[in-house]
């Protein structure tokens, strides 16, 4: 699944705030997030990889130019 938007609220996670996920310096305005690996976890399924990409000025994913890479191993709802 791809998904070209930025997600707008802010992520909560054990008491932490965090904002949407830009590096410094880069423009995330024109990336491409590609969300996959599910896990099933408490009934809901969970992307368990994100990799976000710079795009070139027609739209594709510059694949050769990973700018975030995040891999979680775990997850649980409370």
Known sequence: MISQT???????CHGVRSEPLKPMGA??????????????VAGLMVPTRHRIFPQSPDGQA????LVISIDVSEVAFT
Not at 6 to 12: F, G, I, L, N, S
Not at 27 to 40: G, L, P, Q, R, V
């Open 27 to 40: 423009d995330c305005s024109s990336s491409a997030h590609y969300i996959f690996e599910y896990m099933k």
């Open 6 to 12: 930025r997600p707008k609220a802010m992520v909560h």
């Open 62 to 65: 510059l694949k050769e130019s």
